[in-house]
């Protein structure tokens, strides 16, 4: 432990995911000195349509939230 769900919009490429993956695992790594053995990461996409109700639940209404975006996810659906 600890895990990372990385959740983006569908289209990028299984490389492109793993690097993601590897590069916030090894963030995490620094940033609190675990051990990268005990880190997991998953990755989970999502359209712009479903992106809307998943933000409403991570980010408007979680309580836990540290880092805020900077963007209405409607404008995803343009």
Wanted: hydrophobic letters at 35%; proline letters at 6%; one cysteine or more.
């Amino acid at each position: 432990m600890p895990h990372i769900t990385i959740k983006m919009l569908k289209g990028r490429t299984d490389e492109q995911k793993k690097a993601a993956a590897e590069n916030v695992a090894k963030a995490l790594v620094d940033a609190i000195g675990c051990t990268e053995s005990h880190v997991s990461v998953s990755v989970e996409d999502f359209t712009p349509q479903e992106w809307q109700e998943q933000y409403r639940i991570e980010v408007s209404e979680n309580p836990a939230l540290i880092k805020k975006p900077d963007y209405d996810p409607k404008d995803l659906l343009k």
